[in-house]
């Protein structure tokens, strides 16, 4: 049997606008999604276990099979010639914006490399799931993937002209922690995705704009995070949910779980991941801030996750 594991991740800075070559930042989490795969006699067959928002797997049935096809496209195998099933699960929920599909994609990857005995660098299982990604995102821009493959806290910057993408680890004083909110509402990444490019070849102008505000917003991010000024960040976090807002791919769900992490006191608090649903994340540096921020969500009848941005080991 071969096994793997991808992480989860947020994105602090920069979701969408990365698609684009903006740079943003993203931080692992320490929930992953595991796989198992064991060679079998007939076809490939996927039982997932994975806790997920309702209607994700539902939702996300068609693209995880492209997936798998794509994994084994970009590694060389012709899916007639082999015959296995994966198991898939781990602590990382099928929620939307918590990057769970590139997570499985590097578990999956990983899973079958063992199994059937091929040897993969990290950078090699990266641009594996980074195929496996356009089945779920149309064009992704390999944020996810990377941060599911390396772990960490990341800079990530996608080069448009197809060369290497510039990725970079950043260390912070000690990790912080963070509350996630999910507003239950599954999101098709793939369209939000498109969403934003119709609409930015529609209102150039007012698009440009935005996106030259999302850089400054990394670069400034950037700088706090590493001054570990964590005032500055939330703020910043919340100048981001703003234009995140601007492109229209906030949701209401997102918009209310937003304003009671931020009445409770988070230093910052926006969508993360692809929005129209999915997850917000709230920065709550210290354990009894990250309970208060995490109760009220859940009195107000939302799943969280509570965990830590910038941890080394993730
Ligand atoms: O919603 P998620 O976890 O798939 O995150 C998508 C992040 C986007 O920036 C919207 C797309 C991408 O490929 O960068």
Redesign the pocket.
């Known amino acids: 049997m071969g096994t793997g594991s991808g992480f989860g991740?947020v994105?602090l800075f920069?979701?969408?606008?990365?698609?684009y070559g903006v740079p943003?930042i993203v931080s692992a989490i320490d929930a992953t999604n595991d796989a198992e795969v064991k060679k079998t006699a007939k076809g490939i067959n996927v039982k997932d276990v994975r806790k997920a928002a309702k209607g994700y797997a539902e939702e996300k049935r068609m693209q995880q099979l492209e997936s798998i096809d794509r994994i084994l496209r970009a590694m060389g195998i012709d899916a007639k010639t082999v015959a296995f099933d994966i198991l898939l699960g781990g602590a990382l929920p099928g929620f939307?914006?918590?990057?769970?599909?590139?997570a499985s994609s590097v578990a999956i990857t990983r899973a079958i490399a063992q199994e059937f005995g091929v040897i993969l660098t990290d950078e090699r299982v990266n641009q594996i799931a980074y195929e496996a990604?356009k089945a779920?995102?149309?064009?992704?821009?390999?944020?996810?993937n990377t941060a599911a493959t390396f772990g960490g806290l990341l800079w990530f910057k996608?080069n448009l002209k197809d060369r290497q993408n510039t990725i970079e680890k950043l260390h912070i004083r000690e990790p912080v922690e963070i509350v996630i909110g999910s507003t239950g509402v599954v999101?098709n990444?793939k369209a939000?995705?498109e969403g934003?490019t119709e609409r930015k070849q529609k209102h150039p102008e007012k698009y440009d704009a935005l996106f030259e505000q999302a850089e400054a917003l990394a670069l400034i991010g950037r700088e706090a995070l590493l001054q570990f000024d964590l005032k500055k960040v939330g703020k910043l976090m919340n100048d981001n949910h703003r234009l995140l807002q601007e492109i229209e791919?906030s949701h209401e769900k997102l918009d209310i779980l937003v304003e009671i992490a931020r009445k409770q006191g988070a230093f910052g608090a926006k969508l993360?991941?692809?929005?129209g649903g999915?997850?917000m994340v709230a920065l709550t540096p210290n354990q009894e801030l990250q309970e208060r921020v995490a109760e009220a969500i859940e009195n107000a009848g939302y799943e969280v996750l509570r965990t830590r941005i910038g941890a080394e080991k993730t």
């Open positions: 991740k994105i920069g979701e969408h606008f990365v698609v943003g939307s914006g918590l990057g769970a599909s590139a990604e779920y995102a149309g064009t992704p821009s390999g944020i996810d996608k999101a990444t939000m995705v934003v791919v993360t991941g692809g929005g999915g997850c």
